[in-house]
């Protein structure tokens, strides 16, 4: 669990050929943004799902389980081409937008919202005067909060680690995130501009990287716990 002698050494390599810096708080941005949009927009969105019964209702939820099964992979050239035909080609944009539709964390949340959201609570207010956000966000989110914060870690790790979107739709260097910063290093070390060093370096990178997720998970499980007994002891 020590750092050996060749820190300082790696360090320095890291930080000689790659812009962990840059790197760093592109993904935290990037990441950050993706989970606040997922968190709030997916809970409004399967409370809707919850709460309302309309016509189309059991086709919508059903059109969002259908999706859940086609990978992603399957319509990334789609979205690259739409991307530059909009102009967010090289932009960060199209990493953080598609955020807001996030179809697993919608399924999630419409199933913890009807085990944990009380239809009588949601009319009492109503009855008392308090218009659909207000209730929405001093009712629905409290209860609904275990939910988001467990989806919210997954969502944070999914993003922070993503490699695949971010190298097709980016291709500054002062625009790349973490992972794309490390991979860059591992490949001027297998062109031998530094072959004795990289591989230290570029494990120190992996470290940097492990660190943020590490933070998250450690103070959204500790939120999360205490979310979960609150939850308990109200009902």
């Keep these: 669990m020590l750092p050996s002698k060749y820190l300082v050494e790696n360090y320095k390599a890291l930080i000689e050929y790659a812009d962990i810096q840059s790197g760093f708080f592109n993904s935290l941005y990037i990441a950050v943004s993706v989970t ?7 809970a409004l969105t399967a409370y809707g799902l919850y709460m309302y019964r309309f016509k189309a209702n059991k086709a ?27 102009g967010m080609f090289n932009s960060h944009i199209p990493l953080i937008i598609p955020a807001i539709a996030s179809i697993g964390t919608v399924f999630f949340l419409r199933q913890y919202a009807s085990a944990t959201v009380n239809k009588e609570i949601i ?10 956000l207000i209730i929405f966000h ?15 870690i997954f969502t944070f790790i999914g993003s922070w680690n993503n490699y695949l979107s971010a190298r097709v739709l980016l291709v ?37 990287s492990i660190v943020p997720i590490i933070i998250i998970f450690i103070f959204a499980s500790k939120y999360l716990i205490e979310s979960i007994a609150a939850g308990a002891v109200k009902g």
């Design 123 to 132: 009319e009492s207010a109503r009855i008392d005067g308090a218009n659909e």
């Design 138 to 152: 001093k009712i629905g989110i409290p209860l609904m909060m275990p939910g988001i914060a467990t989806m919210s």
């Design 172 to 208: 500054s260097e002062n625009k790349f995130t973490l992972p794309m910063t490390i991979a860059n290093l591992r490949t001027v070390g297998e062109q031998g501009v530094f072959w004795r060093q990289y591989q230290g370096a570029v494990y120190l990178g992996f470290a940097f």
């Design 60 to 86: 919508l939820f059903s059109v969002i389980l259908i999706f859940m099964m086609v990978p992603a992979q399957l319509s990334l050239i789609g979205f690259v081409s739409l991307m530059i035909q909009y």
């Design 36 to 42: 606040v949009l997922s968190g709030y927009f997916s």
